[in-house]
């Protein structure tokens, strides 16, 4: 079926395919820099939520930052935030209540604010209040613009001063992702794909997807898309963490678990991370199912989150395709912003 290209377009309506081929293009997208007035800056604090907080967690380990940074998925702030914390609210649609609430409670507290957002209610506060804001292009679901917010997190942190050169780097990627996505464009044949390859593993399984501290933002991308694009159910865990408690709980019966496990291994991870999922699977043989491992493409950090980022959106469109599901909407979590309003 996948390679079934009528097929393909019937299911997929919203073309989720085509944008995450030309997701590369985010890369170069290009924000105006932002005016700030340079001021002491002792901490980040970045509110947001789904797939708005991704970028944040993507920039939590590249490049990282030199001032302690915290991603906020939540109503209100940490104590500790004051005048000397850069607050960013991060809302792709511009209308998410926690984050706006969080914004609230920044502005009592005078941090200096700034927005990234595609419009909505956040945009509109931030226009009123002349904070520094970036706009998204919109049109998309939040999870199919997290390069995008990258970019304009990098532009927004080079300006500040709190990186250099950041922004341009990331834009120096995009032909690095234009020619990895080729490979698993839906008119490459499945025996050469090797997106629907793992997309034929996870059908009628939940997916459990793993890896360590350099690619767990592309882990927590990997069940964000399982569970917004196939509409399967997935969550994710980082080692070495899982050795702590979660190794053990596989341990156990049924044998024959209802999973696929994922390790998303890079090899410019700590030593002894990589030991730890090959001893791991060894140790887990017979009683989970073996792991299906992803050694991403690229020799750096960025690189080889881009492209395990990348494919993630392939396998979770071609697991969407499999179930029989259009993977753009979203309705059950429109349903319950509308219960909550």
Known sequence: MLDD????????????????????QQLSQNYPAPTIKPQAIENIVFAGMGGSALAALIAQVWPGFAVPFEIVRNYSLPVYVSDKTLFIASSYSGNTEETISALADAEHRGALVAVISSGGKLADRAKEKSYPLLVLPGGLQPRHAVFFSLKALLTLTD????????AQELGNDA??????????????PTV???????ALECIGRSVVIYGGPLLFPAAYKWKISFNENAKQVAWCNQYSEFNH???IGWSRQPVDKPYTVIDLRSDLEHPQIQKRFEISAKLLSGARPDPIVVKPGGTDLLAQLLWTIALGDFVTLYTALLNNINPTPVDLIEKLKKELS
């Open 5 to 24: 290209l009528k097929i393909i377009h019937e299911r997929d309506a919203q073309d989720a395919l085509g944008i995450a081929e030309k997701q590369y």
């Open 159 to 166: 300006a500040i001063g709190l990186t250099t050169g950041k």
């Open 175 to 188: 032909e690095f992702l234009h020619s990895a996505i080729q490979t698993w464009l839906p008119t490459v």
């Open 192 to 198: 050469q794909n090797q997106a629907k390859q793992i």
């Open 245 to 247: 408690n979660e190794f």
